[in-house]
Nanobody, 116 residues
Framework: QVQLVESGGGLVQAGESLTLSCAAS????????MGWYRQAPGKQREWVAT???????NYANSVKGRFTVSRDSAKNTVYLQMNSVKPEDTAVYYC??????????WGQGTQVTVSS
């Protein structure tokens, strides 16, 4: 299974921007889709965004127009650009790899805290 390491989390003020990174242990082109999820305190983990092997992207309604998922194949890294962040974006953000064989892998998560 692929190993995933997230980074880039931190404390930001509402309206600011933040970029998360997810470094994979092998080529992301061998993975069906890479996704970002988040889990706020006391809530279930929720899907945020996905980028497929073919480069298609999809976003949850709550982040559409503010977040952008992208990738750098040379670095085996997927990014989540977060603009105009809101306090409700506060959560632990996780990277996910959806493999062609049906298996999935998760990173350890990175904390994002947005102050009002």
């Amino acid at each position: 299974q692929v190993q995933l390491v997230e980074s880039g989390g931190g404390l930001v003020q509402a309206g600011e921007s933040l970029t998360l990174s997810c470094a994979a242990s092998r080529s992301i082109f061998s993975i069906r889709a890479m996704g970002w999820y988040r889990q706020a305190p006391g809530k279930q983990r929720e899907w945020v965004a996905t980028i497929t092997n073919g480069g298609s992207t999809n976003y949850a309604n709550s982040v559409k127009g503010r977040f952008t998922v992208s990738r750098d194949s040379a670095k085996n890294t997927v990014y989540l650009q977060m603009n105009s962040v809101k306090p409700e974006d506060t959560a632990v953000y996780y990277c996910n790899a959806n493999e062609y064989d049906g298996f999935g892998s998760w990173g350890q998560g990175t904390q994002v805290t947005v102050s009002s």
